[in-house]
């Protein structure tokens, strides 16, 4: 398992650029954020070339999936995350999948999202990059957004059907959700794109809370998951100290 720091969670509200530079000399080789689209990606490009440091994922552009009035856009946003991904390097995009639509029946939308992926995955997978899909927790962060159990995600992954389609397993947001971590990760590991952590509760560094973080990372680790787990939590601390404290753990 290889670790990835978010820079727009940990570094909320900081340069950007200074805030790479400054995870690169505490001595991580992997960063993510969410959106490309607001962002330098020409000066990104050089830096990271020039930091020697590699983007582990980024967000999909328009991922509102449960409504299939908006899988043009969908496609659209697709295609020009995936052509930015190519100039950064980078191998996973994080799809979200939008809010619960009122009028729309869950089926109807659990189809819709199936039917995206679908639509979406040959140019995922001539482009060698995969899509992972998140859940996130609707009784804390995400109030009204469509997926939060990480059964109905993984049934979707293996609707879809394409190794380039997967999911991304957000530990802070399924603890929240449904708990039995280990119980839902170990056995449905080789649908699992990437991973998020923070701790819980409050979101902060995975140091604080109810999460034993290290006997989670062990038995991932254990499992074979050779992937990225993506650090995506807000500091009480200044970033340094909570990143240097895993790294000394997990480096």
């Known amino acids: 398992m290889k670790l990835s720091v ?19 000399a505490i001595g991580y080789d992997a960063i993510e954020f969410w959106s490309w689209w607001d962002k330098d990606v020409e000066r990104l490009a050089g830096l990271v070339r020039e930091q020697g440091v590699t983007v ?4 999909v552009k328009n991922a509102n999936l449960v409504d299939a009035s908006m899988r043009e856009a969908f ?13 950064l390097d980078c191998r996973s995009l994080i799809a979200t999948v939008g809010q619960e639509l009122a009028d729309v029946s869950r ?18 997978e001539e482009a060698g990059i995969t899509l ?4 996130l927790n609707t009784l804390v962060d ?5 997926l939060s159990s990480s059964e109905e995600a993984f049934d979707i992954v293996r609707k879809v059907g394409s190794p380039n389609v997967k999911l991304v397993f957000d530990i802070y947001h399924q603890q929240i959700t449904e708990g039995n971590l280990l119980a839902n990760i170990i056995p449905n590991l080789e649908l699992i794109g990437h991973f998020h952590a923070a701790g819980n509760p409050g979101r902060h560094e995975l140091s604080s809370g109810e999460l034993h973080y290290e006997r989670i990372f062990e038995a991932i680790d254990a499992a074979g998951y050779e992937g990225y787990m993506g650090l995506e939590y807000f500091p009480v601390a200044v970033p340094e100290v909570g990143l240097r404290e895993l790294l000394a753990v997990n480096g």
Do not use: N, W
């Open 75 to 87: 496609l659209e946003g697709l295609k020009a995350s995936i052509e930015t991904a190519r100039q």
């Open 142 to 146: 995400h109030k009204g957004y469509y």
């Open 6 to 24: 978010c820079l727009d969670a940990v570094y909320g509200g900081k340069d950007f650029f200074a805030s790479l530079e400054e995870v690169r």
């Open 56 to 59: 582990a994922s980024m967000c």
């Open 107 to 124: 089926e109807a939308q659990h189809q819709s999202i199936v039917d995206g992926l679908r639509a979406g995955a040959p140019l995922l």
């Open 132 to 135: 992972v899909l998140e859940p």
